[in-house]
Structure formats: C-alpha cells, structure tokens
C-alpha cells in the first residue's frame, strides 16, 4: 500500500509561520523525489516545491521562494515544508506528491492564513 500522509496545517495570522509533514509508505522513499503542491478555492492546484532524491536540488515557485523551505529526512520517510512570513494568498489546501508508476497524492492538509 503506497501512501503518503500530509499533516500540520491550521490557522494562522498574516506573517505566521507552520511547518508541514508527509510521511510516506509503501515504497522506498529514499529513491523518489518528492513535491509539494497547493490548491485555493477556485483555483487549480499548483506546484509548490519540490526537492530530488538525495536532497541534491530543491526548486520552489515565485510565489514562495525566499518564505517556504523544502527537506526530507529519508530515515523517517519525511518531507517537510516550512513556511514563514505567511500571507492571506496561502490559504490552501496543501498536498505532497511522488511518482510511483502513477502519480501519488496524500490527503492533503488545510493551510488557512488570516488578514
């Protein structure tokens, strides 16, 4: 069983910070690169960031960059995303993802960022 289970989010004010998890199952997790995604009301999702196996290279999106912090920890089967200086336009729900002969989504988290 292949799974991936997100966790952290909540509520917090402009310019907050949190720090989400997803840990996986199933697969050997050190082999896979792993990314973050988002979705807002209304919106589709979007790619966040993302960091490659053995943690060689990271990328992150412009809306993000400079703010989010992407890790993984392979002996706990964990990627993390730290986000600091939140902003209202976070608010999503926040998702991780690998490729496992087809792409695999966790549950997601929700990520709500008050005015």
């Known amino acids: 069983q292949v799974q991936l289970v997100e966790s952290g989010g909540g509520l917090v004010q402009s310019g907050g910070s949190l720090r989400l998890s997803c840990v996986a199952s199933g697969f050997t997790f050190s082999r896979f690169a792993m990314t973050w995604y988002r979705q807002a009301p209304g919106k589709e999702r979007e790619f966040v960031a993302s960091i490659s196996s053995s943690a060689t290279s990271t990328n992150y999106a412009d809306a993000v960059k400079g703010r989010f912090t992407i890790s993984r920890d392979d002996a706990k089967n964990a990627v993390y995303l730290q986000m600091s200086s939140l902003k209202p336009e976070d608010t999503a729900v926040y998702y991780c993802?690998?490729?496992?002969?087809?792409?695999?989504w966790g549950r997601g988290t929700q990520v709500t960022v008050s005015s």
């Open positions: 993802r690998t490729f496992w002969g087809r792409p695999i």
